[in-house]
């Protein structure tokens, strides 16, 4: 059974920072191409960063230089470090996968909230 499991959101102050992690299960995680979505209310989703198993990364515009993402294949887990957050990166965030062999898929999403 494939799944992804989300963690690591909550409330922060602007500036701070949070790593959220994504444990993933039931394919085959170093040969998937791993990616971070959010979401905010009233808007669409929208990437925010991916990483190839081979680990090339890209980034939205809006977050480069503030946010990396990372994985550890002996782990199979993928994560996104935030810094320097702003209001503007409030949104649920979602792990997606998508395997070489099969169709793409989601997990949960954990909140994350940048609010004084």
């Known amino acids: 059974q494939v799944q992804l499991v989300e963690s690591g959101g909550g409330l922060v102050q602007p500036g701070g920072s949070l790593r959220l992690s994504c444990a993933a299960s039931g394919f085959t995680f170093r040969s998937a191409v791993m990616s971070w979505y959010r979401q905010a209310p009233g808007s669409e989703r929208e990437l925010v960063a991916r990483?190839?198993?081979?680990?090339?990364?890209n980034y939205a515009d809006s977050v480069r230089g503030r946010f990396t993402i990372s994985r550890d294949n002996a782990k199979n887990a993928v994560y996104l470090q935030m810094d320097t957050l702003k209001p503007e990166d409030t949104a649920l965030y979602y792990c997606n996968a998508r395997p070489l062999l099969g169709n793409p898929f989601w997990g949960q999403g954990t909140q994350v909230t940048v609010s004084s």
């Open positions: 990483i190839t198993g081979g680990g090339t990364t």
